[in-house]
């Protein structure tokens, strides 16, 4: 079937300017998480969505980021007034819900250039 | 907070020799979960092990196996006969098990990029 998809794949925009990216989850997939990779960093979490709970947004770096999940499925992650330190790979993550533990699938990522 | 770290920036191993990648954790919580991802230059995060903490035996998968010591915080992934494909980002990364469930974030280490010579 079809894994987690993300749009774009990269992005280049101009300090300052507000971006979106843009996750689809594996169809039936109950939580979404959203990481951030800088250059030479590892991944570094940013929110998760789990069902109809509120997200859990301790990862977020500045209210400059936002993101919402609508319908369960697809999420976006807003980035306004964007800066150079923003600049990185934004991944998004889905995960089945069930008794035993599955494992987290990865979409290819955008990267974001902030010029 | 729980840390994860890796040692090694990069690694180089010659095919068909076997090569371990070194992981260390920090935590004082007694249930978690530690994983194995592999990023080739496509970007996509692959699982390749993983690993229950209550679980004293050690996690296998073909030629991937994890030694891990739960004492020492430690968690590597040994790669046996290394292949032409196996040359990617390694990463490791920590997943608390305490809030119950099977779900939650994952704390990644910084990776290690490993290259494999033919």
């Known amino acids: 079937g079809a894994g987690v998809s993300q749009s774009p794949s990269n992005k280049v925009t101009e300090k300052g300017k507000d971006v979106e990216l843009r996750c689809d989850p594996i169809?039936?997939?109950?939580?979404l998480y959203w990481y951030r990779q800088s250059l030479g960093q590892g991944l570094e979490f940013l929110i998760y969505f789990q069902g109809n709970s509120a997200p859990d947004k301790s990862g977020l770096p500045s209210d400059r980021f936002s993101a919402e999940r609508t319908g369960g499925s697809v999420s976006t992650l807003t980035i306004q007034r964007t800066q150079q330190e923003d600049s990185a790979v934004y991944l998004c993550?889905?995960?089945?819900?069930?008794?035993?533990?599955?494992?987290?699938?990865f979409g290819p990522g955008t990267r974001l250039t902030v010029t | 907070a729980q840390t994860v770290t890796q040692s090694q920036p990069e690694m180089s191993v010659q095919e068909a020799e076997t090569v371990t990648l070194s992981c260390t954790y920090d935590t004082s919580e007694s249930d978690y979960y530690l994983f194995w991802y592999k990023q080739p230059p496509s970007r996509q995060m692959i699982l390749v092990i993983r690993?229950?903490?209550?679980?004293?035996q050690n996690a296998t998968e073909n030629r991937f196996s994890v030694n891990f010591q739960k004492a020492a915080k430690s968690f590597s992934l040994k790669i046996s006969d290394s292949q032409l494909g196996d040359a990617a980002m390694y990463f490791c990364a920590y997943r608390s098990g305490d809030k119950g469930g099977s779900q939650g974030n994952l704390i990644f280490g910084k990776g290690t990029k490993l290259s494999v010579k033919p």
């Open positions: 690993q229950e903490a209550y679980k004293q």
């Open positions: 169809s039936g997939h109950t939580a």
């Open positions: 993550a889905s995960q089945q819900e069930g008794g035993a533990w599955y494992e987290q699938y």
